[in-house]
């Protein structure tokens, strides 16, 4: 039986890997759909799989760890933490894919130039997968919070681009169905960040022992 | 210290406790939203908090039993199960809030009648949930199957409906922004439907040790 500590570390570390994972989805997802590329969004779509088993990899070792080692107090908080930001790491790439199907179907339909700037809320939950992640990793309580305040700025971006795109819509009825599917997207940034979000929430309760969970979620909504 | 299989007998207890008021929840934010009764959409809204505490309450209980205890094999995965299951009851909690929300959004708008079965809908996702929390406390691999088939039921709904609702739109422009919130309600049930899906999975593996995950998602894209 290998050290405690080594097995510890193997587990961050292919939590980090997961992470990177997803966070080049939602990037590739993106990219697919406002360069119109058919290829990178199948590419999310087919990676998919790859990303699953690792979460099955990952919850069999946290797992493991907590059977064989049997560790107390703090470790313990951390691997029931892992077996949850595993959890919510997975759901982001499944939201990735439902981002490139999007992007695949809006491929179908005659483009719309609504006035919105989905990079921008692809970049800030981008930047909240990997900060929730080395928040966790470092047990870094600052930058957890920061993921928090960055929830709050996708929120109200998501509130701006939804009624530019229902105004879109009413402009003009004929873009409706690529409205929905633009909405479909942003919905689903905005999913990604709300489980970065999570993630973030679990790490201050594991760095603090504060439970930040009602009062972040009272904040949002 | 009291005897484990006490102390589990009461967790499981609690987690059916949990998604009783999970499922009222859900019941209670449709119904708000097809009698437009304000103050029923407000009760569910004021109900979340009391999910809230539940969580922490059950997730301190699941790891209290894990450190105490140190319990291998079956019992381990029971409870790490329990961690995740918790985790997905509270985040339908935060659906039904949203699902509430646009109840009341809904009551300010001029009020538009699409053919669309929202509390069919409704119905099957509350059963869902009903069946994996039974599923899960009964370890009943034939009831957790029930629950993945429904899931698909769902999503067929879910597409009837979006297909109605943007023909609505179409035909009618004015009606956009309220056709906009019901789509968000029929996404949010759909949502609850996932988590119980994610539930009935992660009972599958308990009992059969059979990872069904992949499966079942491939088969919802």
Request: glycine fraction near 2%; hydrophobic fraction near 45%.
């Amino acid at each position: 039986m290998r050290h405690f500590e080594e097995e510890l570390a193997e587990l961050k570390s292919k939590l980090l890997e997961m992470s990177g994972l997803v966070e080049s989805a939602i990037f590739r997802s993106v990219t697919a759909l406002t360069t119109l590329d058919r290829e990178l969004a199948k590419s999310v779509i087919s990676n998919e799989e790859k990303i699953n088993l690792m979460e099955i990899e990952i919850d069999d070792a946290a797992t493991r760890l907590l059977a064989l080692h049997q560790p107390m107090a703090s470790d313990l908080r951390f691997l029931t933490a892992a077996i949850k930001i595993n959890n919510d790491l997975e759901r982001m790439g499944d939201l990735a894919v439902k981002i490139a199907e999007r992007a695949l179907s809006l491929m179908e339909q005659p483009p719309v130039k609504p006035e919105i700037d989905i990079p921008q809320v692809a970049r800030l939950a981008e930047s909240m997968v990997r900060r929730s992640l080395d928040a966790f990793v470092k047990r870094d309580s600052e930058l957890a919070r920061s993921v928090l305040t960055a929830d709050d700025e996708v929120d109200d971006l998501r509130s701006a681009i939804y009624e530019e795109l229902i105004r879109n819509m009413q402009a003009e009825p004929a873009t409706i169905p690529q409205c929905v599917n633009l909405m479909s997207v942003v919905r689903s940034l905005e999913r990604i960040a709300d489980h970065s979000t999570n993630i973030a929430e679990d790490v201050l309760y594991l760095v603090e022992g504060i439970d930040v969970r009602h009062h972040a979620e009272t904040k949002r909504h």
